[in-house]
């Protein structure tokens, strides 16, 4: 649990678990149910995350406060803070402006993610014609909220995230299963900021990074103080 009042309650889901019942999967455990379980009522998710994904996510605790939390969804007044790692090194900062295809019959959607770049990482493994490895630690701001909207505009600027199986690259994906035991998508949701509907004051919740995202973060870093 990250936060919790009257209204709102906020918890850093794990790397895995599915939001809510989906058609997709055979899930039996949700974070939408173990919430209500643990909090003993109902509980209305504010926003989605990919199974894949982890980092906070909010919920409302009544109607009322879904529909005003929603409506500054509905606006993109809500500001979104992730963590990522991606193959290769990323400009310093960018923005990526692409409309995605829904995967039906309507027209694409349009799409804007920016992204500042905060360390750079180079490993002595040899990965197909390169005798290194570059990667890059990435905060990223996604303007509009489409499915997969991340991963696929990192994908499009030719730096897939390192884990994604979907849009990413197997070669990198195993040297980080190999070398650091990493089986998950880096990419973490890590701060969600926003007007709170009843106390009228500017909420931030935070969520640090865990488990093997925080000890490949820490690779970042040592090679930050070694160049220093």
């Known amino acids: 649990m990250l936060y919790q009042d009257r209204w709102l309650c906020a918890i850093d889901k794990p790397c895995g678990l599915l939001v809510h019942k989906s058609s997709r999967g055979d899930d039996r455990v949700f974070a939408l149910q173990r919430l209500r379980d643990q909090l003993g009522c109902r509980v209305w998710p504010l926003h989605r995350l990919d199974r894949a994904t982890s980092g906070v996510l909010l919920f409302a605790l009544d109607a009322d ?43 694409d959607q349009p799409a804007r993610t920016d992204y500042t770049r905060l360390a750079t990482l180079e490993l002595p493994i040899a990965v197909g014609r390169y005798a290194s490895a570059r990667y890059s630690l990435v905060a990223v701001f996604p303007r509009t909220g489409r499915t997969h909207q991340i991963r696929r505009h990192f994908k499009h600027i030719f730096h897939p995230l390192i884990g994604d199986t979907t849009y ?60 220093a």
């Open 65 to 107: 406060t879904a529909a005003a939390v929603g409506h500054q969804f509905m606006a993109r007044s809500v500001a979104k803070r992730y963590l990522a790692v991606t193959r290769g090194h990323t400009d310093t900062e960018g923005r990526i402006d692409k409309a995605l295809a829904r995967g039906d019959q309507r027209d």
């Open 168 to 227: 990413g690259e197997g070669r990198h994906n195993r040297l980080f299963r190999t070398h650091f035991g990493c089986h998950r998508l880096l990419l973490h949701a890590a701060e969600l900021e926003l007007h709170h509907p009843w106390t009228h004051q500017r909420l931030r919740i935070r969520a640090p990074l865990r488990g093997v995202f925080a000890r490949v973060e820490a690779l970042f870093a040592d090679q930050d103080r070694a160049i």
